[in-house]
């Protein structure tokens, strides 16, 4: 059982719909952050949300902590076909930090 | 500001060999994380270093090592390299400030290990 788990594991959609990632976790933890990453790089930060029930935005990017602080999602208006990639969840409950499993999202042109 | 770099990005080895990879992290970062990537098993967690020092430890076998130096460079090491090694290695690199450690990793672009 991993620590953080993301659903779906897989997402397939056409340009312009919306969607939602969700990352669930029974620990807390003291931030959660979120990348993403394409075939063949490293993954890159995209929002680190700090504060239970915090929302922040990145343009059409929505991020959301948990009141509990231990789940977040992120949704996504209007999807891109830059969005496609793996989106990862991330924290550290205590001094190891750890990766969601995963999303991996393809919006079809 | 340079971002963290990684060499070799490709490395193809026979099993029981031995490898060492190489991380430069964003300059002023001291903490050097080492990331193990498979489609089976996701982002694993390998080490961590700072100033110079193992920090924290995945739960990997004893063949997989790491060191950091006084520039901050790291290396890692896997010796006696398994088919399963094969895996792309990602190095990351944060900051810290007044003892308050930042869990916003920087990843270089990874190294492709193929062990065949």
């Known amino acids: 059982t991993q620590l953080l788990e993301q659903s779906p594991q897989f997402l397939s959609i056409q340009e312009g719909e919306n969607l939602t990632v969700y990352c669930n976790s029974s620990s807390v933890f003291s931030s959660l952050q979120w990348y993403r990453q394409e075939p063949g790089e490293g993954p890159v930060l995209l929002v680190t949300v700090v504060t239970g029930g915090e929302v922040k935005k990145l343009k059409r990017l929505t991020f959301q902590f948990g009141d509990a602080r231990k789940d977040s999602s992120l949704h996504i208006t209007a999807a891109q076909p830059g969005d496609t990639g793996l989106y990862l969840c991330a924290g550290a409950p205590g001094n190891q930090f750890y990766f969601g499993t995963g999303t991996s999202l393809t919006v079809i042109p | 500001k340079a971002g963290v770099t990684q060499t070799p990005r490709y490395l193809i080895k026979t099993r029981g060999q031995q490898v060492t990879l190489s991380c430069s992290p964003i300059?002023?970062?001291?903490?050097v994380s080492w990331y193990q990537q498979t489609p089976g098993q996701g982002l694993q967690f390998l080490f961590e270093?700072?100033?110079?020092?193992?920090?924290n430890k995945g739960n990997f076998p004893g063949r997989f090592s790491g060191r950091q130096f006084s520039n901050s460079r790291s290396e890692m090491n896997v010796s006696t390299l398994e088919l399963g090694d094969s895996a792309l290695y990602l190095c990351a690199s944060s900051w810290q400030l007044a003892g308050r450690m930042s869990y916003e990793q920087y990843f270089g672009p990874g190294t492709r290990l193929t062990v065949t």
């Open positions: 300059s002023g970062h001291r903490s």
């Open positions: 270093y700072f100033s110079e020092t193992q920090r």
